[in-house]
């Protein structure tokens, strides 16, 4: 079997407050499961916002065990600046970025990603249009990852 690395993209907008907190729970029983499954090389959180807010995307790193992940996911906090839609493709755009091995990747959100019919937040809508340029749809980023 081959090296397997495992990321979870988590959304850390407003309406995501609640979730956050379980998910920093979850981290810690998941570093219980991870010890008894040898198949996942690596671990790793990318966080992602949404552009109106001071940045979009940030990536803890790669490391071997989630208890390398706590000081990161605990510094995890909701933007009280961001509403949906929100900025999901850009986090997998990054992540094909970074990728080394295969890679499960486990998204945790709560609302839709940006999309051309989104009315809501169209400035935001256009700028990850233009960070993304073509990999903008999700049959594209799936491919690529």
Same mark, same amino acid.
């Given at each position: 079997?081959?090296?397997?690395?495992?990321?979870?993209?988590?959304?850390?907008?407003?309406?995501?407050?609640?979730?956050?907190?379980?998910?920093?729970?979850?981290?810690?029983?998941?570093?219980?499961?991870?010890?008894?499954?040898?198949?996942?090389?690596?671990?790793?959180?990318?966080?992602?916002?949404?552009?109106?807010?001071?940045?979009?995307?940030?990536?803890?790193?790669?490391?071997?065990?989630?208890?390398?992940?706590?000081?990161?996911?605990?510094?995890?906090?909701?933007?009280?600046?961001?509403?949906?839609? #929100?900025?999901? %493709?850009?986090? @997998?755009?990054? /992540?094909?970025?970074?990728?080394?091995?295969? &890679? =499960? *990747?486990?998204?945790?959100?709560?609302?839709?990603?940006?999309?051309?019919?989104?009315?809501?937040?169209? #400035?935001?809508? %256009?700028?990850? @249009?233009?960070? /993304?340029?073509?990999?903008?749809?999700?049959? &594209? =980023? *799936?491919?690529?990852?």
């Amino acid at each position: 079997m081959g090296v397997t690395d495992l990321c979870f993209i988590v959304d850390t907008t407003s309406s995501m407050t609640e979730y956050l907190e379980s998910f920093k729970h979850s981290i810690v029983e998941f570093n219980e499961i991870f010890g008894l499954c040898p198949l996942v090389n690596r671990i790793g959180v990318i966080e992602f916002k949404d552009y109106c807010c001071d940045y979009v995307c940030k990536f803890s790193g790669w490391k071997n065990s989630p208890s390398e992940l706590f000081e990161f996911v605990n510094g995890l906090t909701a933007d009280p600046n961001s509403d949906t839609p #929100e900025a999901s %493709k850009t986090a @997998l755009y990054e /992540l094909t970025q970074i990728i080394e091995n295969e &890679t =499960l *990747v486990i998204l945790y959100t709560d609302a839709e990603p940006h999309s051309s019919i989104s009315e809501q937040h169209e #400035e935001n809508n %256009k700028k990850e @249009l233009i960070q /993304l340029n073509k990999c903008f749809d999700w049959i &594209t =980023l *799936v491919n690529i990852l």
